[in-house]
């Protein structure tokens, strides 16, 4: 098939506006991918090895960790995972799974000394030590210094806890390199943000369904009549990848309508997709919310969509925010994608070819065609 490259500067960010952006094309479209990287079970498991086990997923903000013995747990598929904060002040993440016969220690989220495994009662403490087994004294040679819970990488980005089950992965800041910086310009207080307010869905699509539809606003003119006026302002709308790093940026002024959902003045709306399944939205005016995807089997996926504050309390204008977003949007985009995937699993679809728009601009699957570029670069 022939393809069309993009031949981009290396260290900086794609702007379709960009002079320095150069299109390599030849006369045919680029063509989506085949259904198959959203259907087929074989493909859906090496994704979630090669994709969800070995990168940074956002799990939860460390305001929802606030004080020693606090703890939270989470699943990434078949993987349960809990996150601490110790006596000793550090915030740490293990698989919540005991040493002993491989219960599962904990469950939900709670402050605790010890945690303590329902089956035989091994207790740990929140470093992940093995502190007590019962009637272990009598087994010769039982060492329990010896026995810890096995740890995962985290990382606290900004007041935003991620976690990486590679042990070998390189740091947030050398995987996104610059995005720190970035988020800092448009939302300087953004570290003095607490946990607010967080719904769940289960979307009844391939996760990639779902992350696709959160890259592109080509759908949101016609979808989104809510969005497109109470939050952006389509006109200056564009999502762009940067060229050496798996970043989506999204960014627009704020809308300039008269239907805004509140006062929107001040800084410009921007959101920061960080490859694969995490993202960090700024609306217009400071107003800090996040989503994370989590699979849950090849046709599901569990949706967190999490708004933060100043103080950790919803006021008014967040609650009108939060419900404008949730029964619009949010709601919106849940119809779309259960849609898609019915439509994936068509004996009668063929993929067609995506809208890269050489004006950039709101109207652009380009971010569509990096995502896909780089799904297939991890797996095939
Ligand atoms: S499996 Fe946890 S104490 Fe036995
Ligand atoms: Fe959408």
């Not at 999502?239 to 704020?254: F, G, N």
């Amino acid at each position: 098939m022939p393809s069309r490259r993009f031949i981009l500067p290396v260290g900086k960010k794609i702007s379709m506006m960009n002079p320095d952006l150069k299109v390599v094309a030849d006369s045919d479209p680029v063509i989506g991918l085949e259904a198959k990287y959203f259907t087929n079970r074989d493909i859906y498991r090496r994704i979630v090895d090669e994709v969800f086990y070995k990168n940074w997923l956002l799990a939860c903000h460390s305001s929802q960790l606030r004080k020693p013995g606090d703890f939270l747990t989470l699943e990434i598929y078949d993987q349960d995972i809990i996150l601490t904060h110790t006596r000793e002040g550090a915030l740490k993440a293990f698989y919540n799974v005991c040493q002993h016969r491989g219960h599962k220690l904990a469950e939900g989220s709670g402050n605790k000394k010890l945690l303590v495994c329902p089956y035989h009662a091994w207790s740990y403490d929140l470093q992940g030590k093995l502190k007590a087994a019962p009637h272990a004294n009598k087994v010769p040679g039982f060492d329990s210094s010896k026995i810890c819970l096995t740890e995962i990488r985290l990382e606290n980005f900004l007041g935003f806890l991620f976690i990486n089950l590679d042990p070998d992965c390189q740091s947030m800041d050398e995987t996104y390199p610059g995005i720190r910086e970035e988020m800092l310009k448009l939302c300087p207080d953004v570290e003095q943000r607490q946990h607010a307010y967080q719904h769940t869905a289960d979307e009844g699509c391939n996760w990639f369904v779902a992350v696709e539809n959160y890259n592109e606003c080509y759908h949101c003119a016609h979808c989104h009549p809510a969005f497109a006026r109470g939050i952006i302002d389509p006109g200056s709308y564009s999502i762009t990848p940067y060229a050496d790093i798996q970043v989506l940026h999204h960014t627009s002024e704020p809308s300039h309508s008269d239907e805004t959902w509140y006062d929107v003045s001040g800084a410009d709306y921007g959101s920061f997709f960080l490859w694969p399944a995490s993202s960090i939205q700024f609306y217009p005016g400071g107003v800090v919310n996040s989503f994370t995807w989590r699979p849950l089997a090849v046709d599901d996926v569990r949706v967190f969509r999490t708004f933060y504050s100043n103080n950790g309390e919803v006021d008014e204008t967040l609650q009108k925010v939060i419900d404008n977003d949730r029964e619009t949007t949010f709601q919106e985009d849940l119809n779309i994608v259960k849609e898609v995937q019915r439509g994936l699993n068509s004996r009668g679809y063929k993929p067609g070819p995506l809208v890269l728009n050489p004006e950039g601009g709101i109207n652009n699957e380009l971010p569509i065609h990096k995502l896909h570029e780089w799904l297939k670069a991890a797996i095939d």
